[in-house]
Each structure stands twice: as structure tokens, then as C-alpha cells.
């Protein structure tokens, strides 16, 4: 299986903590799964064994962790090598990496933000392009939380759009961390998603996060999903229509059952936002 062909397309993250119960879930539990290829490459034995069999019940989709798009060092091209023949072998038709920058002189281990600055938007697109013609497909890039802003001589949505427009690739939209950045850094995220190019959106993220403070959220992924979250993905949904959507759960995993009532909530706001916009062409018609 290589497609995302269900008229839903509600995933769920591939975690070795999840191995278990995810074999044993039936073929309709999930429209895909989705899985780090940093973290899978060359793995063997038994973990090997249950990526090849997951992999040919589910359609994968990939996110990577390890670029550094916003990084100054040379990109790691063995990497990149090494995931175009991953991509390729697992039918993976959505590969997605970070806006963000997780290298200096070595791997710092998190997800730093770039500076909003046109030298910054330069820089990172040139990057993009080259990652897309190593791996010879095109890529989305993950809005990123952050709580130390950098320099801003540009907005986030601004420095967004335009490193989309320079590098020629898509978005894949993190409804939590947009939620999160805007309670933190004190903008509307309404206005947020109303900046975004509708074309250029392949896939969403959903997940929990922490309230340490009214304005202060730390992303998780090791909670179930806030309300007001779910809200901001069903607004996303009103305005640009239904996306492959990823649950995200990275650690403290409840039972196998409780993901997928979350992965159900979003396969059933996906049939509602999708009713809603075939009752909304019908009486145009």
C-alpha cells in the first residue's frame, strides 16, 4: 500500500512503545502511519521485521528529525542518500522535516528556530531545494514551537510563506505548535492560518501539550489533545479543506484504544468538514 486513498486520512504515529498493539490493529484502525526514517534506517531484527509488516498493511508517510535545514553546516548528503532509497523501498508518498535548525558544531539534540530575516529565508529555501533534488521528490516543512524567539524582522506566517514560495515545497501545518506559539508569543492564530497559502498545505500534525501558564504551553506529545486545539484543527479544515492529519504521541502512551478514539475524532471532523463543504458547492451550483 502506497497511497492515501480513504475518503478520511487519519494517522498515527509509528513508535517502538506502540509496536506491540500496533500489529495486532486491524487494517481499517488507521488511514497511515507515520514513522521518523533517521530513526528506522538500517534497523534490523525484530524491530525490522515489524516496520516490513506494518509497512505493507498502512501506508507510510515520513518524518525526519535530523537535516537541519536552517543549519550552516554542509547538509549530511550520506543521510539523504540513505532516506531517498528508505523513501522509496516503503512506497512513502509525504516526507516532511523540520523549519528549524538542529546542528552547529555537532547534533544539539532539539529543534532550534531560525531567525525570520530574508538572509534566513535565502538561506533555509536554498537548502530545501538541494534536499529535494538529493531525494528526488518534493518535501513539506513543519512549523515549529519555539519559546525563545530570534531575531523577527519579518512575521512567523511571513517568514513561512515566503521560504515556500523561494524553496518551491509545501507545509506541512502543526496545528499544536501553531496553538502553542501563538499563546506563547501572543499572536491570533486565526490571522495565523488566514496568512497560509491553501496550495502549499500537504499534511497536518495534532497533539497534546502542557499548560505551565495561561501564556506559557510546552509542546509534549505525551498528552491527549486539548479542546482548544481540536477547535483550531477544525478551523483549519474550514479553510483549506481536509489534509492528511498525523496524531502525534511520542511518550507516556495509554492504551492502544485511546489513540484511536483521537485518531476516530479526527477521521469524524474530517467527514463533517468535508459534508460541509460538498452542502456549501451544492447550493452554489
Not at 3 to 25: K, N, Q, V, W, Y
Not at 186 to 194: K, M, N, S, V
Not at 222 to 236: D, F, I, R, T, Y
Request: hydrophobic share 40%.
Amino acid at each position: 500500500m502506497n497511497d492515501f486513498h480513504a475518503s478520511t486520512h487519519a494517522g498515527l504515529g509509528l513508535r517502538r512503545g506502540l509496536l506491540p498493539e500496533l500489529l495486532t490493529m486491524d487494517e481499517h484502525a488507521v488511514d497511515f502511519l507515520e514513522c521518523a526514517p533517521d530513526n528506522w534506517i538500517g534497523v534490523g531484527g525484530r524491530f525490522g521485521e515489524a516496520l516490513a509488516q506494518l509497512s505493507a498493511r498502512f501506508p507510510l508517510s515520513c518524518h525526519g528529525l535530523s537535516l537541519s535545514l536552517g543549519g550552516t553546516q554542509p547538509l549530511d548528503t550520506v543521510l539523504l542518500t540513505r532516506t531517498r532509497k528508505f523513501l522509496d523501498r516503503h512506497q512513502v508518498s509525504l516526507y516532511s522535516e523540520h523549519l528549524s535548525y538542529c546542528s552547529d558544531d555537532g547534533h544539539l539534540y532539539d529543534l532550534m528556530p531560525i531567525p525570520f530575516t530574508d538572509e534566513a529565508i535565502h538561506h533555509v529555501a536554498g537548502r530545501i531545494r538541494q534536499v529535494q533534488d538529493l531525494l528526488g521528490r518534493r518535501i513539506a516543512v513543519e512549523n515549529v514551537s519555539y519559546y525563545a524567539a530570534p531575531y523577527q524582522a519579518l512575521s512567523e506566517a511571513d517568514f513561512i510563506r515566503a521560504v515556500l514560495a523561494e524553496a518551491d515545497c509545501d507545509l506541512l501545518l502543526d496545528v499544536n505548535n501553531l496553538f502553542v506559539n501563538a499563546c506563547n508569543h501572543g499572536y491570533d492564530a486565526g490571522q495565523f492560518l488566514a496568512r497560509l497559502p491553501a496550495q502549499r498545505i500537504a499534511s497536518m500534525h495534532i497533539a497534546g501539550h502542557y499548560d505551565e501558564a495561561e501564556d506559557l504551553k510546552v509542546d509534549t506529545h505525551g498528552a491527549p489533545v486539548k479542546g482548544e486545539v481540536w477547535s483550531l484543527l477544525e478551523q483549519a479544515y474550514a479553510r483549506f479543506g481536509v489534509r492528511p492529519t498525523l496524531l502525534e504521541r511520542d511518550f507516556n502512551f495509554p492504551p492502544l484504544s485511546e489513540l484511536l478514539a483521537e485518531t476516530d475524532r479526527i477521521r469524524a471532523m474530517q467527514a463533517a468538514a468535508m459534508s460541509s463543504a460538498d452542502r456549501r458547492e451544492a447550493s452554489h451550483d
